[in-house]
């Protein structure tokens, strides 16, 4: 495209300004791909090649593809660059909704549940947040919630889960306002987990990367959990340690996976 902005492109950014401070940001093809499949309300998208990232949809996504041609404007690269604050190798950005808190609240607390609530007890990193909010979807977990101060709808985290927040509730909680359901939290010092059965209904706790679980969390666990792990390994990387989880829970619970 040339420098010069067509009419849909100028409406385009007219509206990504006006909704950028209260909206999630989806960073690239990916992330809009799964934000669109999962329902996600979109209000504006842009791309700096309309015909490449319609045909990467027919490629890789053709559920998504006429949705996607709906969305588009096509932007001069210099204008995507001045939307997003890191440009994405595919030159494709959105603006989302973000899910109605008390819709997330609702679906993280109805019980019976068919699939557990992961918790990251206070993480520190980001981008690891992020991974296992894309892990919990892949497993089909109820949702994932995050204690502490990161917020897990923070745009670094949402990169990480490539959309993904939009397909499981994802929200941020005390320990006191856990959803409902037994505490199996992951430690060292607990149980070796090829020895359990987690049930569905199960409420899985991670401990952040540098401190693990928090007292409070500790607390709260009705069982610690521990990981099989080779003698002087110190502990696995957070992501790796929920998908070890959930795929223990896939094999031994009463879910579909």
Avoid: C
């Avoid at 950028?20 to 999962?38: E, I, M, N, Q, Y």
């Avoid at 997330?104 to 296992?132: F, H, I, K, T």
């Avoid at 889960?161 to 939009?166: D, P, S, V």
């Amino acid at each position: 495209m040339t420098d010069a902005a067509t009419g849909p492109a100028i409406a385009a950014v007219t509206d990504w300004h006006r909704l950028a401070g209260t909206s999630v940001l989806l960073d690239g093809f990916h992330a809009l791909k799964h934000a669109v499949r999962f329902g996600a309300r979109i209000p504006v998208a842009v791309t700096t090649d309309r015909r490449a990232t319609l045909d990467l949809a027919a490629e890789l996504a053709p559920d998504v593809r006429d949705a996607l041609d709906a969305l588009l404007a096509e932007v001069p690269e210099t204008t995507y660059t001045s939307l997003v604050p890191r440009a994405h190798p595919t030159g494709v950005a959105a603006l989302a909704v973000r899910p109605a808190r008390g819709a997330n609240l609702e679906a993280l607390a109805r019980m019976p549940r068919g699939a557990p609530v992961v918790v990251l007890d206070d993480p520190r990193n980001l981008g690891n947040a992020g991974a296992v909010i894309r892990l919990a979807a892949g497993f089909g977990a109820t949702g994932v919630v995050t204690t502490g101060t990161v917020d897990p709808w923070h745009p670094t985290v949402v990169r990480g889960g490539a959309g993904l927040h939009f397909a499981t509730a994802v929200e941020r909680l005390t320990v006191a306002e856990l959803p409902p359901g037994p505490v199996f939290a992951l430690d060292p010092e607990g149980e070796d987990i090829r020895g359990l059965k987690l049930p569905d209904d199960a409420v899985l706790a991670f401990g952040s990367e540098r401190s693990g679980l928090s007292p409070a969390l500790r607390a709260r666990a009705d069982r610690l959990v521990s990981l099989p792990m080779r003698p002087q390994v110190s502990s696995y990387n957070l992501a790796t340690s929920v998908a070890m989880t959930l795929y223990h829970w896939s094999v031994t619970g009463n879910g579909t996976f």
